[in-house]
């Protein structure tokens, strides 16, 4: 290959007569392709994690989608590149062509993908062939713009490489801070995709449009100025009507009508609220973060008594509440004069927002996060532990079930010593451990790891109609398992009394005590028993 290359069936170009021209010409002509490069490789890093992150929203298993997102388009980047090869020829035109593709299905990507969870059902099928195609549109682009670069000024094959592998890796980087930093809390997941979409489409374009603009016949000018009209009135559509979209295909996974929704740093929240019955008068608030529900307002009254009531039997002066975000455990707390002070750590400020904010969810909670004697800590509760130093006499663990990666740590042999550290020697321990009889090895396994990090414990379990058959667990740090039972001056309740607690502790012939291995960072067992067993639900 010499200096002059570009004769490849396209005829010389421009980029080709600059290279036999003044270096300055073709130094800038070098620069607007890897400046391309720079930009396409930020464009198809964001479409990879926006599908990693967007799949995480709705299945809740970032360590599973990653895997499916990052190992199909990888496989197809290499199908691409090795389905660029005839297109060589022509580099200019289907470069361009490539670009507009990458811009359509990737700008839509998310969008799609929502509709197919939505109405279709057909999230995972859909999620892989979103990533093939990708992968084989962003496979082929390197190729395309190795040929580019070499019609420029041709140079060794390792210098070429090089130069252009760090353009697309520095691109890359900009792509990945630009993601969460950028994109998501300015335009949030759908319309910050589309707008990577717009950029997409103005890099390919800008380049072959000026640098390699007489490789282009007549009728591939027409055709790509034409494409490109309708990828942007396509995108530009579909930016103005995101909102609209988003909020359609919310509604169709809720059975109630939804009265907020917004989606945190950490999750996605939403909160519905069903038309009164006329027979009963009755209207059900309801809270779901990334689409698990969180609590009934008919019947959350059963599973907050239960959560808190037996746990505060004992000592009681200082109370530590690790998530929670709903106020609605503090406000069972609150309810005994004696409680001195409640500190409760909250990943998701949002959350908590909404709790002190939403008419009916404050008269639901009493506005238990106003009381002076409850204290906010905002941050994750396991770095919390970590490095607390103040000893609680109770502890009410309300967290998120562990069908996530980020919330399996949350039910750990390391977490739950976390726990022992900061528990008062007669002090005790309350953890939400999910279903024994839908999960009846999540919940087991929960217990083992709680035994594990040397508690005694006190299983029970209680029917919550929004959930079925809901289980806890009572621990102390003492060598004997903690009596199950209330205090002498608990609150009149609604829902438990002594008789109900006793027999809450007795599970029947075909959910009793499995001996299960405990769970730990390394190896979340919780993590793979929750999903197998939710799965069939």
């Known amino acids: 290959m010499t200096g002059t290359v570009g004769t490849t069936g396209e005829g010389t170009t421009e980029a080709t007569a600059a290279a036999t021209a003044s270096p300055t010409r ?10 391309a ?22 299945i809740g298993d970032t360590v599973g989608q990653a895997s499916i997102v990052l190992g199909v388009m990888v496989f197809a980047m290499g199908v691409g590149a090795l389905a660029a090869k005839p297109l060589q020829s022509r580099a200019a035109v289907a470069f361009a062509a490539v670009e507009l593709a990458l811009a359509l299905f990737g700008g839509l990507s998310v969008l799609g993908l929502y509709a197919a969870f939505a109405w279709l059902d057909l999230y995972a099928p859909a999620l892989v062939a979103t990533a093939l195609l990708l992968g084989l549109l962003i496979g082929a682009e390197i190729p395309l713009l190795m040929v580019l670069l070499q019609r420029i000024r041709a140079q060794a094959a390792g210098s070429a490489v090089a130069d252009l592998f760090a353009a697309d890796y520095v691109g890359a980087l900009l792509g990945g801070l630009a993601f969460p930093f950028l994109l998501m809390p300015v335009f949030g997941q759908l319309r910050g995709v589309l707008v990577v979409g717009v950029v997409n489409a103005l890099a390919g374009l800008a380049l072959v449009f000026t640098v390699f603009r007489r490789e282009l016949s007549r009728r591939a000018r027409v055709g790509l100025t034409a494409g490109s009209v309708v990828v942007g009135l396509i995108l530009g559509y579909a930016y103005l009507t995101a909102y609209d979209f988003e909020v359609t295909a919310r509604q169709q996974l809720f059975r109630d009508p939804v ?46 008594e239960a959560l808190v009531h037996p746990v505060l039997s004992g000592a009681r002066r200082s109370v530590l509440v690790l998530g929670g975000g709903d106020g609605l455990a503090v406000r069972e707390l609150l309810r005994y004069p004696d409680v001195g002070s409640v500190t409760v750590v909250e990943l998701d400020p949002a959350v908590i927002r909404l709790a ?8 639901l909670n009493h506005d238990s996060f106003d009381d002076p004697r409850v204290r906010m800590v905002n941050t994750d509760a396991f770095q919390w532990l970590r490095t607390e130093r103040e000893r609680f006499d109770a502890i009410v663990v309300d967290l998120p079930d562990p069908d996530e990666t980020a919330t399996a740590k949350l039910y750990s042999i390391e977490f739950y010593a976390l726990v022992r550290a900061v528990l008062a020697d007669d002090g005790r321990v309350v953890v939400q451990a999910g279903s024994p009889y839908f999960a009846p090895k999540s919940y087991w396994c929960i217990e083992a790891s709680i035994r594990a990090a040397g508690f005694a414990t006190t299983p029970y379990h209680v029917d919550v109609p929004s959930f079925g058959d809901w289980g806890f667990v009572l621990a102390s740090a003492g060598p004997v398992a903690p009596r199950l039972g209330l205090a002498a001056d608990v609150p009149p ?10 027999l809450a502790a007795n599970f029947p012939r075909d959910r009793r005590r499995q001996e299960l291995p405990p769970s730990t960072l390394l190896h979340p067992r919780v993590l793979e028993y929750a999903r197998a067993e939710w799965r069939s639900y």
Do not use: K, M
Not at 356 to 363: A, F, H
Not at 493 to 502: I, W, Y
């Open 356 to 363: 002190r904010t939403e008419p009916q969810l404050r008269t």
């Open 26 to 35: 073709w130094r800038a002509a070098r620069t607007a392709v890897l400046a």
């Open 259 to 304: 009265v907020h929704a917004e989606r945190s740093a950490y999750q996605e929240i939403v909160l519905t609220r069903s038309v009164p019955l006329v027979s009963q008068g009755v209207t059900d608030l309801r809270l779901y973060l990334n689409g698990d529900l969180q609590f009934s307002s008919v019947d959350e009254y059963r599973y907050h």
């Open 493 to 502: 309740l609604r829902f438990l009394d002594a008789e109900t607690l006793r």
């Open 37 to 58: 490069v720079f930009v396409c490789a930020a464009c198809g890093l964001v479409y990879e994690l926006a599908l990693v992150a967007f799949g995480s929203y709705l």
